[in-house]
């Protein structure tokens, strides 16, 4: 009986793990595919409808044509953007999920969109700001001022902030914020108009340089990112225990609100308050990955995009020959969605 015992083929938890290891990397490569695709759509569907063959001639034969023109700069310039914003409010997501160890924060609970929003708002109020190039510079520092007052208030003067007190404080100074904001807003009605396309989240019509602009505050954001994803597994797990496994508390924290605020504020300042691609993409990431940060943190990077183009693509064909802003179709996509991701009580903590 021992023998026949000890002959049985138990699971190898290292086979378990090399095969889980597989799964995640062939899930990633088909969310890149899901990104290529989505890519290409944003590329050949718009108002003017183009073949495919078009739009392949646009890179590989350019003819100077205005099809061709409309391709490779207003449809590509849009694109990339809309590939760069996603992935940093997907990013932020999970880094702020994993701060405050709850499944449901969302970016701008840092106060980063609300910060960004009445800063654009004084700008044109009282400086005459006009045009979308002058609004970038005041929106970023708008969302940085505002995460960085969270952060002292939070912290007290007493060292590293708590989840808790960061969320409290972020939401207090939001809504104060916000609420500034709509009262400039609808007390000057030219303020309104000149702001509103911006608010409501677009990538269409930015000017040109917008990318350039952002991309060096995004990749710094999404190298502290990368710097505290180890980190971020002990700190899901508790302070106390955290710091008895040697992670690094004091150092992961600061650094990760860091990086939200650069990774936020970009998107912000370059296409307006985007709601649900932060907090939706990670939400749902963690229930393909489980509770590895390092995961969610890749996964997110790529399926949050991938929400950004088909949110754009669907934009342009709901309401033809206008368009819908980008920002409110990812609401309209995202509410649904996470109430059925929310009462999945399996995929409901961290």
């Known amino acids: 009986m021992l023998e026949q015992r000890s002959g049985r083929q138990t699971p190898d938890l290292a086979t378990r793990s090399r095969g889980r290891m597989t799964g995640l990397l062939l899930g990633l490569l088909l969310s890149v595919g899901l990104l290529v695709a989505a890519t290409l759509l944003s590329v050949a569907i718009g108002s003017a409808m183009l073949p495919l063959d078009v739009v392949w001639r646009a890179f590989t034969a350019p003819d100077g044509s205005v099809s061709q023109i409309t391709v490779t700069s207003a449809r590509v310039d849009r694109t990339l953007l809309a590939i760069v914003t996603g992935l940093a409010l997907g990013v932020a997501g999970a880094l702020i999920q994993a701060l405050t160890r709850n499944p449901l924060a969302d970016p701008g609970i840092l106060g980063v969109n609300a910060g960004a929003g009445f800063a654009v708002v004084l700008a044109v109020a009282f400086l005459g700001v006009t045009s979308i190039e002058q609004y970038l510079p005041f929106a970023f520092l708008g969302a940085l001022a505002a995460a960085a007052l969270v952060y002292l208030v939070a912290s007290g003067g007493r060292g590293v902030p708590t989840p808790l007190r960061l969320t409290l404080v972020g939401v207090a100074l939001g809504a104060v914020l916000t609420g500034l904001t709509q009262t400039l807003a609808l007390i000057d009605v030219n303020t309104f108009d000149r702001m509103r396309f911006w608010g409501a989240g677009t990538v269409a019509d930015r000017p040109a340089g917008t990318l350039g602009t952002i991309l060096p505050f995004v990749l710094v954001g999404l190298l502290l990112a990368a710097l505290s994803a180890r980190g971020l597994n002990a700190i899901a797990l508790g302070d106390d225990l955290a710091k008895s496994l040697g992670a690094k508390v004091t150092f992961t924290r600061p650094v990760v609100v860091i990086a939200v605020t650069l990774l936020c504020g970009a998107a912000t300042a370059a296409v307006g308050p985007i709601v649900f691609v932060g907090l939706m993409v990670p939400h749902a990431v963690r ?64």
């Open 287 to 350: 229930w393909l990955t489980g509770p590895d940060w390092r995961w969610i943190l890749a996964f997110s990077a790529v399926l949050a995009p991938v929400l950004m183009l088909v949110s754009d693509v669907l934009g342009r064909l709901i309401v033809l020959p206008a368009e819908l802003q980008v920002g409110i179709v990812t609401a309209l996509i995202g509410a649904p969605v996470l109430i059925v991701l929310v009462r999945r009580q399996e995929v409901s903590g961290v």
